[in-house]
């Protein structure tokens, strides 16, 4: 069984910052990207950012510049600091990776149940 789990959520006012955290546990034998991704209320779930095991990050293009993902490849944790944060930021955050399971040949994705993100004076 592999679990995520998130943390870090929480109310911000605009202009703020905030870090997430996303622990990945159970029976891992590796892990290629770990990413988040939010969904507005109303909204299609998007991706805000992803990091691979080894490569470049990636990110929306309405983050670039305030958002920073980074990841411990030994504590298999990958983190999202938020700064400048606005109200347009609101949003459920999802941590998302792509994860080998002992003694399987294959990938699965994997989804941790969101942390709330609510940006407002």
């Known amino acids: 069984q592999v679990q995520l789990v998130e943390s870090g959520g929480g109310l911000v006012q605009p202009g703020g910052s905030l870090r997430l955290s996303c622990a990945a546990s159970?029976?891992?034998?590796?892990?290629?990207?770990m990413g988040w991704y939010r969904q507005a209320l109303g909204k299609q779930r998007e991706l805000v950012a992803v990091?691979?095991?080894?490569?470049?990050?990636v990110y929306t293009d309405s983050v670039k510049g305030r958002f920073t993902i980074s990841r411990d490849n030994a504590k298999n944790t990958a983190d999202l600091q938020m700064n400048s944060l606005k109200p347009e930021d609101t949003a459920v955050y999802y941590c998302n990776a792509d994860i080998r399971r002992h003694l399987t040949t294959y990938y699965d994705d994997y989804w941790g149940r969101g942390t709330q993100v609510t940006v407002s004076s």
């Open positions: 990091i691979p095991s080894g490569g470049s990050t």
């Open positions: 159970g029976s891992i034998f590796s892990i290629r990207a």
